[in-house]
């Protein structure tokens, strides 16, 4: 339930912003030539947490997407989102200085120290909270406003719309949210499954299941994936087998065998877009640095149609976004996630 | 002799009936721990004990010499969580000084600073760092707990760097708390929805088991909170955390022989030379501690429990 308060506004209703994942420069080509109005992207180290071997930006590729997308009007938006390990601050703020010095329209941060040199040292770049930094409050929000001057927050995925509007109503700070992707089913930035697997976790390498830890295996007719020797999954024979993630494996709890945390699923809100606006949601993210240029193309040329009508009035779902979309989701399967009370 | 290393009880992170929790922390109250977290800090649906409780309780354990500290949830969604968190910094503000909080989130990092009340930095804020340690101690944190994923290569160099008055407090025992969700994983396998979930994690007071499919435990369910299945044990460490000056180190509450493996603790902190050993069956799925070691945290490297370990995964 929203509470009222003194202090509350009415968010106005808004048409979002589309931003959309580039873990390459045709990634960020497709983004931009189907509609997206910004693309974020990270560089080719363990400063990003979607630090994949053969993705990401170099100097030079950074540059070339950034004058790609400013030609043609668009935003770029660095993350530098995992979190600075003790004595190799420089790793980071050597990340952040390039981001200033390339001219991107914004840096992406999870880590205080880190915003703090961001505002202290690039005042004239835009600094965003990243959904790796956990703030699920406007009390959170507001105070990296305070302290760092973040314009945009990116709420993570754990949060109904109600409480979504809850926040927006209380802050002055954009609002982005998670609209179409694989969905993290944890709270990002604050989930060490991997590590306790592998070592490794987004917060520390960057990466979340990563794969050299990964192990395909044939047992007579089924195959086993395995992450770090654990057991995530046993495919039968002919049943598609998806990426190890572990909190999408399938395991046992008392006597039952399924997945206990989550199937492998996409979250799609195209049906609530017309909420998320009235919310006065400021933009919607779309995951997957990960994948292939066809699928940022794919993805963002019919987020462009959905979120285009919510200009005119009568917002109806055509039954071709969903179809369109299915076919690239995770296991060809959608979710409302959390905002959709009901979750369970 | 200097002053040993303290020992913290942590908050209890299982949901626990009211009369189970104010026993407890009668027996805490009367045990070799120095400081005592109380609050909920994972699950906002969790009500035996309501914020006066938590707080009428902490105030009890600082009557009885105890450092205390109030934790916030980890995991703030509404504006209810938002109110109780304003309860407990006011709690804090009005003890003048013998209860902080526990802040496991920026929104409480926030309330706890504007109200001028010293606040630990769970280990859920994310210190990984020694800019991000100096920036919250210039908000008005006291303590720090590392992220629970840190070896002692990455805890080493901060403690050492940390600012004036800064102690260093270092998880050493217990089920580690590894990830939050919106989705009541608990709920979710008794086929209940999250807001009628029946309260059911009242019947697992240490969580429910996790195990691959060809039965290895690898994590435990408690509610919206993922653990591991394995306890966390430094023991065997205790003779380098306290050569590393290290302040004090956390204990999490489990339902079985807690106070036992406070009392091992106790002895092998009072004691270099002492050899404690674990109370049997205080752990069901044995013990790791590759954390520490900069390894999976499921790993277990060191030599010493492994007769515990090796019994309690035979068991």
Redesign the interface.
């Known amino acids: ?3 009222s308060s003194t202090t509350t506004n009415l968010p106005a209703p808004r048409i979002p912003h589309l931003v959309c994942p580039a873990g390459s420069l045709p990634a960020l080509k497709a983004a931009v030539d189907n509609g997206a109005d910004a693309v974020y992207l990270g560089f080719k180290n363990s400063t990003n947490a979607r630090n994949f071997a053969g993705l990401n930006f170099d100097d030079k590729g950074l540059r070339e997407g950034l004058r790609y997308a400013r030609d043609r009007g668009r935003e770029v938006l660095v993350a530098i989102n995992t ?7 420089p790793e980071w703020h050597g990340a952040v200085d390039a981001a200033a010095d390339l001219g991107a329209t914004a840096v992406i941060l ?5 915003l ?2 961001a505002a202290e040292r690039h005042p004239d770049l835009h600094r965003h909270l990243s959904v790796q ?8 929000i ?3 406003q ?1 302290a760092f001057g973040v314009r945009r927050a990116v709420l993570p ?4 719309l109600a ?1 979504v509007e ?1 926040v927006v109503r209380h802050t002055t700070v954009e609002i982005e949210v998670f609209g179409f992707g694989s969905l993290c ?3 990002e ?5 991997s ?5 490794e ?1 987004p ?2 390498v960057g990466a979340c299941s990563p794969a050299k830890y990964v192990r395909w295996e044939q047992d007579g007719k089924s195959m086993n994936a395995r992450l ?1 020797g ?5 495919y039968g024979e002919g049943e598609p087998a998806g990426y190890p993630t572990l ?1 999408k494996g ?5 006597g ?2 399924g997945y ?3 199937e492998p699923t996409s979250l799609n809100v195209v049906e609530l877009l017309p909420q998320i606006a009235a919310a006065g949601v400021a933009a919607i993210k779309v995951e997957g640095r990960q994948r292939s240029p066809a699928y940022v193309g794919q993805v963002t040329r019919v987020l462009r149609q959905a979120i285009d009508a919510l200009k005119a009035p009568g917002f109806a779902v055509k039954p071709a976004w969903q179809s369109e979309l299915a076919k690239v989701a995770e296991g060809t399967q959608v979710t409302l ?2 905002y959709d ?4 | 002799m200097p002053n040993p290393i303290k020992l913290a009880i942590g908050p209890i992170l299982f949901y626990w009936s009211k009369d189970e929790v104010q026993n407890f922390y009668l027996q805490a109250s009367d045990s070799p721990a120095d400081i005592v977290y109380v609050g909920e800090s994972v699950c906002s649906r969790r009500c035996q004990l309501r914020t006066a409780d938590w707080i009428g309780l902490a105030r009890d354990l600082a009557d009885a010499g105890k450092e205390v500290v109030l934790s916030a949830l ?6 209810g ?2 109110i109780a ?1 304003r309860k407990l910094v006011a709690a804090c503000a009005e003890s003048g000084g013998r209860i902080r909080l526990e802040a496991n ?7 706890a600073a504007e109200a001028g009340v010293p606040f630990v930095c769970g280990p ?1 804020l ?1 210190v ?9 101690a210039a908000k008005g944190a006291t303590a720090w707990v590392p ?3 840190a070896p002692r290569s ?1 805890i080493e ?2 403690h050492a760097s940390r600012p004036a008055g800064m102690a260093t407090e270092v998880f050493a025992w217990g089920k ?1 708390p ?8 608990t ?3 008794y ?5 009628d979930c029946q309260f059911r994690c009242l019947d697992h007071a240490d969580g ?9 435990s ?2 435990t ?1 408690n509610g919206i909170q ?1 653990m ?1 299945a394995q306890h966390y044990s430094l023991l065997a460490e205790l003779p380098v955390l306290r050569q590393l000056g290290i302040d004090a180190l956390r204990l999490s509450p489990q339902s079985k022989d807690f106070f036992a493996v406070l009392a091992a603790f106790d002895a092998a902190r009072r004691d270099p030379a002492a050899t404690p050993s674990l109370p049997p069956g205080c752990t069901e799925h044995g013990l790791c501690d ?2 520490w070691h ?6 277990k490297v060191s030599a010493e429990d492994d007769t515990l370990a090796t019994a309690a995964c035979g068991a």
């Open positions: 339930m929203v509470s979190y600075p390990q003790a004595g190799r601050l999870a880590d205080v120290g880190l703090a040199y930094g956990s703030a699920t409050s406007y009390e959170a507001n105070f990296a305070d995925r754990v949060l109904t409480q809850n089913v944890m709270n930035g604050r989930c060490w499954l590590s306790y697997a592998t070592g976790s917060n520390t770090n654990i057991l995530i999954d046993t909190c399938r395991f046992e709890v008392a039952e065998t206990a945390l989550e996630g959390a009370r009901p979750w369970r | 980890a995991l703030a969604e509404s504006e969580d938002l968190l989130d920026l929104g409480a990092v926030k309330v859920h994310n990984y760092n020694e800019a991000t340690l100096a920036w919250f992220p629970l994923e990455l160099p901060l580690i590894l990830a939050f969700s919106a989705r009541c994983f709920a979710r396998h086929g209940l929805k999250k807001d429910l088991t996790l195990a691959t499919r060809e039965g290895q690898f994590l369910m993922t591991s590759g954390y900069g390894q999976a945290g499921i790993a």
